[in-house]
């Protein structure tokens, strides 16, 4: 089992960063892609982003290539999303996930609240 805690969500300004934490633990952080999701009001979950195991390999959405970055620190147990020029429309619950022993993300975290205003 592994168990997703994130944190460093908030409220910030368009235009304005924000970096957002997950700390993992259970099972061998370093064996197991991550990712990061997020969900609007209203609207389905979407990816955001991806990081793989130990490589460090990305991937993301078109609408945050160039402002967002994924990273991870494997002695920490930590994966980060750091948020530039942030939009409005980046407003959502963001989660993190892992994928471990499956083709898809199978542990979650509770999510966190960011809200960009305007």
């Known amino acids: 089992q592994v168990q997703l805690v994130e944190s460093g969500g908030g409220l910030v300004q368009a235009g304005g960063s924000l970096r957002l934490s997950c700390a993992a633990s259970g099972g061998t952080f370093s064996t197991y892609p991550m990712a990061w999701f997020r969900q609007a009001p209203k609207k389905e979950r979407e990816f955001v982003a991806a990081?793989?195991?130990?490589?460090?390999?990305?991937s993301y959405v078109d609408s945050v290539k160039g402002r967002f970055t994924i990273s991870r620190d494997n002695a920490k147990n930590t994966v980060y999303l750091q948020m530039n020029s942030l939009k409005p429309e980046d407003t959502a619950v963001y989660y993190c996930?892992?994928?471990?022993?499956?083709?898809?993300?199978?542990?979650w975290g509770q999510g966190t609240q960011v809200t960009v205003s305007s």
């Open positions: 996930a892992a994928r471990l022993y499956s083709n898809e993300y199978n542990f």
């Open positions: 990081i793989s195991r130990s490589v460090g390999s990305t």
